[in-house]
T-cell receptor, first 109, second 115 residues
Framework: KNEVEQSPQNLTAQEGEFITINCSYSVGISALHWLQQHPGGGIVSLFMLSSGKKKHGRLIATINIQEKHSSLHITASHPRDSAVYICAVINFGNEKLTFGTGTRLTIIP | EPEVTQTPSHQVTQMGQEVILRCVPISNHLYFYWYRQILGQKVEFLVSFYNNEISEKSEIFDDQFSVERPDGSNFTLKIRSTKLEDSAMYFC?????????????FGDGTRLSIL
């Protein structure tokens, strides 16, 4: 069973700040997802990665397989980035995602 | 961009009744999933489905639950004899490949309220 931990649980920042959300897991994985959940509840997949780094617009995701750790960074944060960000992993040989508890991000104008 | 669609967006049902949640996965996807999120808790896996059969299920997915792909487009979750603790947001997801080789795409969810 993989234990997925995220930090911080809640994060409030000023518009324009650089944001970092961390995720650690206990067992080796085949892939890690970063997901965004909006206030209405819908879930959007931001990144899927198994090694290295990916970038999409102002979002950057990195993963360190040896340390079982991933980070999600947001540059030049904006109020529309306010959401819950969730880390989820897939173990080798599994189909299912195991989710972290999420980080609630609030960006203040 | 293709989307996973779920209906209804909100379902209110009396305890003990049967409910069917519907999903239309992305058309060229082969792997289908149901997850649920009880209010204030993290998302939990229920079941995965591939090649017209269940490929993996959690301990939550007991005899009360069943899944079906009745035609080429729909993927349904049936909950028999609903209980109060079944109240949650239910998410359908699909992917082109399994095992973490392709991302899972989520629908907007169905909020199920059991009275």
């Amino acid at each position: 069973k993989n234990e997925v931990e995220q930090s911080p649980q809640n994060l409030t920042a000023q518009e324009g700040e650089f944001i970092t959300i961390n995720c650690s897991y206990s067992v080796g994985i085949s892939a890690l997802h970063w997901l965004q959940q909006h206030p209405g509840g819908g879930i959007v997949s931001l990144f899927m990665l198994s090694s290295g780094k990916k970038k999409h617009g102002r979002l950057i995701a990195t993963i360190n397989i040896q340390e079982k750790h991933s980070s999600l960074h947001i540059t030049a944060s904006h109020p529309r980035d306010s959401a819950v960000y969730i880390c989820a992993v897939i173990n080798f040989g599994n189909e299912k995602l195991t989710f972290g508890t999420g980080t609630r991000l609030t960006i203040i104008p | 961009e293709p989307e996973v669609t779920q209906t209804p967006s909100h379902q209110v049902t009396q305890m003990g009744q049967e409910v069917i949640l519907r999903c239309v996965p992305i058309s060229n996807h082969l792997y289908f999933y149901w997850y649920r999120q009880i209010l204030g808790q993290k998302v939990e896996f229920l079941v995965s489905f591939y090649n017209n059969e269940i490929s993996e299920k959690s301990e939550i997915f007991d005899d009360q639950f069943s899944v079906e792909r009745p035609d080429g487009s729909n993927f349904t979750l049936k909950i028999r004899s609903t209980k109060l603790e079944d109240s949650a947001m239910y998410f359908c997801a699909s992917s082109r490949q399994g095992g973490g080789n392709q991302p899972q795409h989520f629908g907007d969810g169905t909020r199920l309220s059991i009275l």
